[in-house]
């Protein structure tokens, strides 16, 4: 309202001008009377699940002249080098060039400048606010924060994905000038103000966020890793409460000369990439089965069938093994939940072929593999799986343990989660409120369940299996006493849940 009533003053204005002054006036009119200075929108701040800020920003300014208006370009020249830190010559070549008639001599100018600035009341020079993006955890949520350009538009991550609601809506100011465009002493000035961006609060937690960076630089070190990644998700609602890619940057620090190095640590690979999952897809295998048992599915094994022993299965001549070589009799007479513990490789491949590639691919399908999760960030990768219809036996077989399949760490840890909390599949989430500075709610995000991917009786059966994975096969290091940890262990990583007194998360 207020907007629409001042541009009606402008022209009202001009109005006047142009009929008073003749049409001779006209065009000078226009271009002296509506000298205009930006007044930038603030950016939006992001904050945790629980109100700590994690990105804002530090009052700055932009500085700029309207050439004019300067009276004496050398003694201005001398000032603004002096106030702002910069050479003479710099300010001089710039108030003498030719091309526009309003030059930035300097953005991001701290407060203290733009005081002396002030002080000085030099005719001709102007500022504005700009937005200098600060994170003050540094090397903090990196991947997922993502950054602004240098004039503050978003880039990447939830920066870019969010720009919209961030970045709010600049206004400005018009001021009355006189014929060489120096603002009139007692002229009238428009200010149409500016519309801050709103503030995203995340799903993120702090406090678990911190625990997990500090987790997966120590893993870094440990294993001289060449990367570390980690994803924590509540799998009663899909909220995202950390995620860590490591190696990153800190985001004050953003490497904007190095495109090949910003790209690499900057990349959430989490989301963004896939790999061949390996043995953490079994608990896919493992859960169909379950489930087509439950249903009466005379092809699916009985949850206590003792499978057979051999290192070895031959699918269409084509020979499958173990990775254990079987020698040492641990993988000796198992059932689904020994198959589990140890991780033996042939008991899924008996478990995708009685099932079939249809039913198999049913599963993949309500897991949603090959497809996005849905996430609220850029760039998510669907994976790969193969056309159902190209998939021959030996390829099932090998899905059955996580091979000739590609996935990315959410889809895993999503649908992981799941399987063991009652077979609902919820649309992983990192943003739970956008808002104004004021409070104002503009959107509240609510938990969406996507599909149910096995029934509650079957998620029951095979968190309680995982569970013993945890307390006494393959997953025993994630152990923690007073707690129960469901997981399952695979060459890249653990899958892992945790069930606490209330809180249950899951990471993978
Ligand atoms: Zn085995």
């Not at 907007?3 to 009202?12: A, D, H, I």
């Not at 309207?66 to 710099?90: C, M, N, P, T």
């Not at 043995?279 to 089965?289: D, E, Y």
């Amino acid at each position: 309202m207020a907007v629409t009533f001042l541009f009606l003053c402008v022209l009202g204005r001009l109005f006047y001008v142009q009929v008073i002054w003749g049409e001779d006036l006209q065009e000078k009119a226009i271009d002296q009377w509506t000298r205009e200075i930006p007044v930038v929108a603030r950016r939006g701040d992001i904050l945790d699940a629980n109100g700590v800020v994690l990105a804002t920003n530090d009052d700055t300014y932009t500085v700029f002249v309207r050439k004019k208006a300067v009276k004496d370009k050398e003694y201005l020249s001398k000032k603004l080098s002096e106030i702002l830190g910069v050479s003479y010559q710099y300010v001089f070549d710039k108030l003498t060039a030719t091309s526009s008639s309003e030059v930035t001599i300097k953005k991001q100018v701290k407060k203290e400048s733009i005081d002396c600035i002030i002080e000085q009341n030099f005719s001709g020079v102007y500022y504005s606010r700009d937005n200098s993006r600060v994170y003050p955890y540094n090397e903090f949520l990196t991947a997922v924060l993502g950054f602004t350009s240098t004039d503050g538009k978003g880039q990447s991550g939830l920066e870019l994905y969010y720009d919209k609601y961030l970045s709010g809506i600049n206004g400005e100011i018009l001021y009355e000038t006189d014929i060489v465009g120096v603002e009139i002493d007692g002229g009238k000035a428009s200010y149409i103000p500016a519309t801050n961006g709103l503030n995203l609060k995340l799903t993120i937690d702090y406090d678990v966020q911190q625990l997990c960076e500090t987790a997966m630089d120590e893993a870094m070190e440990i294993h001289k890793a060449k990367s570390a990644q980690m994803i924590v998700i509540d799998p009663s609602c899909g909220a995202v409460r950390a995620l860590v890619t490591k190696p990153s940057f800190n985001l004050n620090e953003v490497p904007r000369d190095d495109l090949v190095s910003l790209n690499k640590l900057g990349r959430n690979g989490i989301i963004c990439d896939i790999y061949e999952p390996g043995s953490t897809f079994k608990v896919l295998t493992a859960a169909a089965n379950v489930e087509e048992y439950l249903q009466g599915n005379k092809n699916a094994y009985s949850i206590n069938h003792i499978y057979n022993s051999s290192r070895y299965r031959y699918i269409d001549g084509q020979k499958v093994k173990c990775w254990s070589d079987h020698k040492n009799g641990k993988h000796a007479s198992l059932t689904l939940q020994g198959g589990l513990n140890n991780s033996c490789n042939p008991i899924f491949v008996d478990i995708a072929m009685a099932l079939g590639k249809k039913t198999m691919y049913k599963y993949v399908e309500l897991f949603n593999y090959g497809q996005v999760t849905g996430i609220d960030f850029g760039g998510e990768a669907q994976g790969m799986t193969l056309p159902e219809s190209a998939v021959q036996n030996v390829d099932l077989a090998r899905i059955a343990f996580g091979q000739t399949i590609a996935v990315t760490g959410l889809q895993l840890a999503s649908a992981t989660a799941s399987a063991v909390n009652g077979g609902y599949y919820y649309v992983p989430y990192l943003v739970s409120e956008i808002y104004s500075e004021d409070g104002i709610v503009a959107e509240k995000i609510q938990p969406k369940l996507k599909n149910r991917t096995i029934s509650e009786q079957a998620s029951k059966i095979v968190s309680e299996m995982l569970e013993k994975v945890v307390s006494e096969g393959s997953g025993k290091q994630a152990y923690i006493e007073g707690y129960r940890v469901a997981g399952k262990t695979g060459v890249f990583g653990l899958t892992c849940v945790i069930i606490a007194m209330k809180k249950r998360y899951i990471m993978a």
